[in-house]
Nanobody, 121 residues
């Protein structure tokens, strides 16, 4: 069982910054992909940013140049630095991890519980 725990959401004015953190806990051998998705009210969950364990990143076009994802593979953590925030960035942000558990117990594909980010205009 792998659990993802997010922190760092909150309320910020447009143009401001927030940093989200995610920690993966449990029986982990490796995390191949770790990243962030978001879901706004009435909308589908969408990719924000992901990073592989080799450092390859993918960003949504709407956040390129404003958001930066980073990982600490030894600590099984990921951080999303969000700058120049806009009201349309308001959503619940979810951390996701895909990888392999230890002791040959198979793969995992886990989500965090989500953290609210609200950007006021």
């Amino acid at each position: 069982q792998v659990q993802l725990v997010e922190s760092g959401g909150g309320l910020v004015q447009a143009g401001g910054s927030l940093s989200l953190s995610c920690a993966a806990l449990g029986n982990i051998f490796t995390i191949n992909i770790m990243g962030w998705y978001r879901q706004a009210p009435g909308k589908q969950r969408e990719l924000v940013a992901t990073m592989t364990d080799y450092g390859i990143t993918e960003y949504a076009d709407t956040v390129k140049g404003r958001f930066t994802i980073s990982r600490d593979n030894r600590k099984n953590t990921a951080t999303l630095q969000m700058n120049s925030l806009k009201p349309e960035d308001t959503a619940v942000y979810f951390c996701k991890g895909v990888g392999t558990t230890g002791w040959g117990l198979g793969d995992f594909d886990s989500w965090g519980q989500g953290t609210q980010v609200t950007v006021a205009s």
